[in-house]
Structures are given as C-alpha cells and as structure tokens.
C-alpha cells in the first residue's frame, strides 16, 4: 500500500533532520532544503544558508532525537530535542516545517530548556519518559 502525502512528508522531515543534524552530511542536506527557504526562527540566519552556517558551528557532538511528529496538509510538526550543542542544558524544540515539491521551504520552532524533575513544576519530563540528569542545579 502506498505512503499518503502526510506520511511522505513526515519521513521527509525525519530524513533532513537526521541528515543534518546527527550526520553532519551538509551535501546530502542541500537536496531536501530549498534554496528559497524562508527561516522565521529567531535563532537563525535566514535561509538555508543562514541554517547550515549555525549547524556547522556547533560542535561535532550536535544531536537530534524526534519524539511526536504530526502531519496535516503541507505541514509537518515535530517535538523534539536538541543536545550536545554546548549549551548547558538541552533544548526542546517544537519545529513546524511546511513542504512543497518534496522539499522543506519555510520553517518556524518554539525552544525552551530541558527541565529537570527538581525544576519541573508539573513533575512530568518536558520531552521523552525520563528527566535529564545534568550534574548541576540551575536557578
């Protein structure tokens, strides 16, 4: 039985993240951003460029785990988490993609830290089953 539209799109998006984000593989990348992306995060340079020039900054260590992924029409939402980026805690994202002719062409994302259970007021973990250990309390 063949992949619906949304199910393409979803497997799109998780094969560009992982492509970029945990394999670094900037050629293989280009095949899935458009060259006329449009960048709405406040985090970013605009555009494909602005995109891959941060991921290449970050240390070789950068990883990207996908937790929820939904998928409506042209747009594909994943809540997932970014770690290993230097920063002292991880960030969990909720990425909203919008495809079209089978490339990612406009992007927005909602970031916050990663809580720990002693930080967490709803006591239930930010992303994931578990809370994060970080070796430090933050204020």
């Known amino acids: 039985m063949p992949k619906t539209i949304p199910q393409q ?21 280009e095949k899935f951003w458009s060259l006329h992306y449009i960048q709405h995060s406040a985090h970013l340079a605009p555009g494909r460029e602005g995109l891959f020039a941060l ?4 240390p070789p260590t950068l990883k990207y785990e996908p937790g929820t992924i939904v998928a409506e029409g042209t747009f594909v ?36 830290d990663e809580a720990t259970q002693e930080q967490s007021k709803s006591k239930a973990p930010v992303f994931g089953a578990t809370f994060p250990t970080y070796g430090y309390q933050r204020s």
């Open 9 to 29: 799109n979803k497997a799109l998006v998780l094969e560009a993240f992982d492509t970029l984000f945990n394999k670094h593989d900037y050629a293989v990348a």
């Open 77 to 112: 939402f994943v809540h997932g988490r970014f770690s290993g980026f230097g920063a002292p805690v991880n960030w969990i994202a909720a990425d909203i993609v919008r495809i079209q002719d089978g490339m990612l062409v406009e992007h927005w994302d909602v970031i916050q």
């Open 55 to 58: 991921i290449k900054s970050l």
